[in-house]
Nanobody
Framework: VQLQASGGGLVQAGDSLRLSCAASGRTFSSLGMGWFRRAPGKEREFVAAIGGLGVSTYYADSVKGRFTISRDNGKNTMYLQMNTLKSEDTAVYYC?????????????????WGQGTEVTVSS
């Protein structure tokens, strides 16, 4: 499975941004998907996860109510809509795929990783 994340950029606090993750190499709907991020000087942390059909989702408390994870299985693409961005959201965001369809929140539960896309939020 190959994952390609895109959509990062430099925005101001309060702005919105949408990240995309294009997948190839396997039936997309058979993959559990997730977003993680790594802020400067910090460890990688879970952001959100989504089930194969896009119905079940799970969020970190820090982004709940501001971020929305979704997927379009027809386009083999996952999204992360980020609203009301804060400076503490500044990080490199990674998309990940798991061979087993569950809402995984730990990095070791994912089998495939994208290259990351950088999000910088200025205050």
């Amino acid at each position: 499975v190959q994952l390609q994340a895109s959509g990062g950029g430099l925005v101001q606090a309060g702005d919105s941004l949408r990240l995309s993750c294009a997948a190839s190499g396997r039936t997309f709907s058979s993959l559990g998907m997730g977003w993680f991020r790594r802020a400067p000087g910090k460890e990688r942390e879970f952001v959100a996860a989504i089930g194969g059909l896009g119905v079940s989702t799970y969020y970190a408390d820090s982004v709940k109510g501001r971020f929305t994870i979704s997927r379009d299985n027809g386009k083999n693409t996952m999204y992360l809509q980020m609203n009301t961005l804060k400076s503490e959201d500044t990080a490199v965001y990674y998309c990940a795929a798991a061979s087993r369809l569950r809402l995984w929140a730990r990095p070791e539960q994912y089998d495939y990783w994208g290259q990351g896309t950088e999000v910088t939020v200025s205050s």
